[in-house]
């Protein structure tokens, strides 16, 4: 079941299919940017597998991006970005940015086209 939280990234995530963002993902000392260009949101459960490791509840942004760095841009291998949404503690809406806090790493989403 998604929590309300979790409801609310959806949806602003759905807001805004069919343009461009950026997504800053801070884990431990770790910065990534990587631009994706919003076609579709997807939920997935974490599934627990033969071994009772489950990769964790995740939201999956479906589109062309690419990975930002020193190098230029790389595009993304599979058309998905995966979003680990376990423990999702923060979440801070607005009309063009969304900031959001999990178990592995912080997240901040802009718009830019």
Known sequence: MMSEKLNSVREWLEKHVQETILIRKEEQEDLDE???????????????TIDDYAEGSSLILHGPGSVLNEQGEIPLPQNTFQIYVDGLSECDIEEERLSIETDRAKYLFSVIS
């Open 34 to 48: 990587t631009k994706v260009k919003i076609e579709g949101v997807e939920y997935k459960e974490s599934v627990p």
